[in-house]
């Protein structure tokens, strides 16, 4: 069986293609509020919570920054946060900050967290949220 060099060529590219979209990807750790507790306290991380305006308006966790992932700027924003550094993503039980997180998987954060109790987990262990 004889292999043309250009679908050598051809397969040499689509091997390397994959390892490189494979190695650019994030790590993601899924945490609870005492993992997030624990993060705040010790990390300099980027909390961003993906819910809606009224959502956000009604109380937020400290220190978080909304960008709603139903808008549609909402990957242009994530972008111009520090890829540098961890981002924690959060929304109000966990369906919509997973949706996020596979969204910006490839935006090579260092590692993204999610926080999958949402504000329902951190409400239930009676943490302050804030108000606009």
Known sequence: MRISIS?????????????????????VKNIDSSGLQQLMKENQIQLIDVRTDREFNGG????????????????????KLDNSKPVVLYCA???????????????????????????REWNSKGLPLQKP
């Open 7 to 27: 679908t050598v060529l051809f397969l040499l590219f689509a091997v390397t293609s994959t390892f490189v979209a494979c190695s650019q990807s994030s790590e």
């Open 60 to 79: 937020y966790i400290k220190g978080a920054q909304q960008i709603n992932i139903s808008s549609s700027d909402f990957m242009e924003r994530m972008k």
């Open 93 to 119: 039980v966990g369906g919509r900050s997973t949706a996020a997180v596979r969204m910006i998987k490839q935006l090579n954060f260092p590692v993204i967290y999610n926080f999958v109790g949402g504000i």
